[in-house]
């Protein structure tokens, strides 16, 4: 059972940065497909970043590009989220998921880290 766990977030003020990371055990961590989505209060959990395992990034929200940058550590099975010129409409509570496949909706991950909140302040 492949398992997840997230580090990282936090409270910044607009234009600040931080790094979000996802530890992955468990499992052969070259086979998956690792993501980023994000859920803010009252919608609906949305995919910002993917990445896989060669390291190559296969989706970047258009609302991040730019500000955001996906990686992944193969020899650490660790997966990065980069942000940077946050923006107070990043808050939201983020997720790392991991899946066989490369999927854009959250009913297709299979396997997701425990979220870890992220506040920007104007």
């Known amino acids: 059972q492949l398992q997840l766990v997230q580090s990282g977030g936090g409270s910044v003020q607009a234009g600040g940065s931080l790094r979000l990371s996802c530890v992955v055990s468990?499992?052969?961590?070259?086979?998956?497909?690792m993501d980023w989505f994000r859920q803010a209060p009252g919608k609906e959990r949305e995919l910002i970043a993917q990445i896989i395992s060669s390291g190559a990034i296969t989706y970047l929200q258009d609302s991040v590009k730019g500000r955001f940058t996906i990686s992944r550590d193969n020899v650490k099975n660790t997966v990065y989220l980069q942000m940077n010129s946050l923006r107070p409409e990043d808050t939201a509570v983020y997720y790392c998921g991991a899946d066989r496949s490369v999927s854009r909706t959250p009913n297709q991950i299979d396997y997701w880290g425990q979220g870890t909140q992220v506040t920007v302040s104007s």
């Open positions: 468990g499992g052969t961590f070259t086979r998956y497909v």
